[in-house]
């Protein structure tokens, strides 16, 4: 990878997590772990998930390095002036946290999203996704801090506790790339990470609905402590959820090919308005399949990533077909986001997207911020202001 490519400690932060998920499922008796809890594989399918896992990975690198070489459409967006975007996500996060109090509804755990005008808005103004963006593509600005601890009120007050690990990893590269030391960063994660416990009942409770003081009852801290640090490891690694589908391939493609999930052309956010609207059948996208898979009987909204390699292996059609749409929506990807910016900051930023929606497997997600993409590039347009001085 190229020299200032400063994200390379959380590229391998997460190959060394896959390592160490594999050590540990091979020594406690091939159980896998995460959300694949109480499932056993065998240990050359386990090892063979780590391999699967590194060479997607190396795919990945490859691809957006090539990528990365391409210029950009235009650098006319990226030459003017951020403010006027940076208000209007301001004022959508203090409308979005607003309605979201009043009506109970976007909460984690619950796929209620209404049916009014309001909420159709919100959700093709994915408010978390176009923070997102502005975060990772605009270097600096005085708003930022606004419109970070607005962001932060919005998913806590939504249950969303993962979203705080991306800003920490933000966090990281932005000051990496600042030569700033990482030590604040650092001690916000040790922070974080002791604290997770109590960030578990405070989400649960905003889930339920449930007061919080009702939740944060005495408990054992070490035990609680040691499931929940287990519970985001598990989460990260996905050697088990790769021999998970390994071991039941048959079936999962079976139950794709019989129309209970969606082909991977149809994973994208543009499906799912079509079938809001009637127009497409009923399916359920991958991560749903595997979780519903998981548990027949669980009534939830509950989904597992079933990483890159996982959702590609599920898909099947001679895996040429998959592999050629991830491709695309790659380069769409990276086309869109050199359009808003194409500096160290943004390209080192881009991977970082790739880590955290592509190589999970979360292909419907990384769909949204395709889409997301393109309604940045239309806001900023339309919000454009000749650009005087850098903010």
Not at 217 to 242: C, E, I, L, P, W
């Amino acid at each position: 990878m190229r020299k200032n490519f400063y994200t390379t400690p959380i590229t391998l932060l997460i190959l060394t997590l896959n390592i160490a998920a594999t050590i540990v499922v091979i020594n406690n008796s091939e159980l896998l772990i995460g959300d694949l809890m109480g499932f056993k594989s065998e240990t050359v399918v386990i090892i063979q998930s780590l391999i699967y896992i590194s060479l997607s990975l190396l795919f990945l690198s490859v691809l957006y390095n090539g990528l990365e070489k391409i210029k950009p459409l235009t650098t006319k967006l990226a030459d003017s002036n951020s403010r006027p975007i940076a208000i209007f996500l301001i004022c959508l996060e203090l409308l979005y946290i607003t309605y979201v109090f009043n009506t109970g509804l976007f909460v984690a755990g619950n796929n209620e999203r209404g049916g009014g005008v309001i909420s159709a808005l919100f959700v093709l103004l994915n408010v978390d996704v176009l923070v997102l963006i502005f975060l990772t593509h605009v270097k600096t600005s005085k708003y930022k801090p606004i419109i970070i601890m607005l962001w932060i009120i919005s998913f806590l007050q939504r249950g969303w506790i993962s979203y705080f690990f991306i800003l920490i990893l933000i966090s990281f590269i932005d000051r990496r790339l600042k030569n700033k030391k990482n030590w604040k960063a650092g001690v916000v994660l040790i922070c974080f990470i002791l604290a997770l416990p109590f960030v578990e009942q405070i989400k649960n409770s905003i889930r339920s609905g449930e007061a919080i003081s009702t939740q944060l009852t005495f408990f054992d801290y070490a035990d609680s402590f040691n499931q929940q640090f287990m519970k985001v490891v598990g989460r990260v690694q996905t050697v088990s959820h790769v021999a998970f589908i390994t071991d039941n391939i048959n079936q999962l493609q079976n139950l794709k090919n019989n129309g209970e999930s969606t082909d991977f052309f149809e994973e994208n956010f543009i499906y799912i308005i079509a079938k809001k609207l009637g127009s497409a059948d009923d399916k359920i996208n991958t991560p749903d399949l595997l979780a519903r898979y998981i548990s027949p009987s669980l009534d939830s909204s509950w989904n597992v990533n079933p990483s890159l390699i996982g959702w590609i292996f599920i898909q099947n059609d001679l895996y040429v077909l998959p592999i050629i749409w991830v491709v695309l929506l790659c380069f769409l990807f990276t086309m869109l986001s050199k359009i808003i910016a194409n500096d160290l900051y943004a390209m080192n930023m881009r991977w970082l997207f790739w880590l955290v929606f592509l190589f999970p497997g979360w292909i419907f997600q990384f769909t949204a911020v395709i889409f997301s993409l393109l309604v940045f590039i239309l806001l900023k347009y339309t919000l454009r202001t000749k650009r005087v001085k850098p903010l």
